[in-house]
């Protein structure tokens, strides 16, 4: 993990020219968290869903409001910009509708999130905020709805630059692609080029947690707690191999739907991750040992909820859950799973600070 994300957020550098951001989507305060970690200041992040308050006001120190994005408008966001010269909008609209799962099991436009994505717009294009910037899946780059996002900001006289990006290259220990949109009415903005580095790996992220048994919880950290395996799922991952599959198993241990020809590209479940590589992309239910290569290297068990949010790069200290409330794995890892890695957002920072140094008038 970047060294600056280790640090606690009141330690942030001050926001450089009178910068400050809003944070539409912001959930559990990843991106928000980063930026602050980028020396940004960041007063306030929206999102839909309240149950993220807890932990993104504990954490990121910024106000949370729940709202609809579909119910407010730039005067609603304005406030929080304060006296603000250089304001920055940002946010990561739900992936769901444009990720390649979705895709495969249906490609309507059904799905209400689907036009979130324009109602970012309205925002921008109501206000007009100096630099914005925006993260989602890589298929969104081939989605019309994409297409007319950025030609609406070209026309409102954004410079835009949008790229995929391999967030290993940025610290993230995943093998994690991600759409990276940046837009600013200053001038040219990018990404800065990542440093030749090695991928961060399991070991490197987790390695150091104490062992757990599947179904435990550790002593001192609530967090770091695993779901608990059927009897034939814990036969199945004691004879997994790091980075095999269940190609890997006796034939009594399969699955029906895998001892049919229709199920033999289904290669990509009930694998253990390697201690010396990424691990692969989390989804919203790395918690559970049947849906990814999820299985712990070494022990019979899937991630716990704390790993998840390690390999998603949130600091080991980030509070989920209030004291006296139960982590609910359903809740926590749709949470973590979506979450922007802050150590991404730190990327994303340093590009708004590396261009406001130098369009900013001084």
Known sequence: ????????????????????????????????????RAGIAVNAGLDIDGSCRYAYENNCEATFIEADIREISFSDVSKYFNDAKYRVLVG???????????????????????????????????????????????????????????????????????EVISCADFGVPQTRSRLVMLGSLLGRIDMPKPAPQKSKTVRQAIGHLAPLEHGQSSETDPLHVCSRLESINLERIRRSKPGGTWRDWPTELLPDCYKKASGLSYGSVYGRMQWDKPAPTLTTQFYRYGTGRYGHPEQDRALSLREGAILQTFPGQYQFVAPDEKASFLKIGRQIGNAVPPSLAYAIGKAITGHLRKHAPE
Not at 4 to 33: H, K, M, W
């Open 1 to 36: 993990m970047n060294e600056s994300l280790n640090q606690e957020v009141n330690n942030r550098d001050s926001s450089p020219f009178n910068a400050q951001v809003f944070d539409l989507f912001c959930s559990i305060g990843g991106l928000t968290y980063g930026l602050k």
């Open 92 to 162: 990561c609209a739900p992936c769901q509708p444009f990720s390649s799962h979705t895709a495969k099991i249906k490609s309507d436009e059904s799905d209400s999130r689907w036009n979130l994505i324009d109602e970012f717009l309205r925002i921008i294009l109501e206000g007009r905020p100096e630099i914005i910037s925006m993260e989602n899946v890589p298929q969104l780059m081939d989605k019309p709805i994409y297409n007319n996002f950025k030609r609406a900001l070209a026309d409102a006289g954004y410079s835009i630059s949008d």
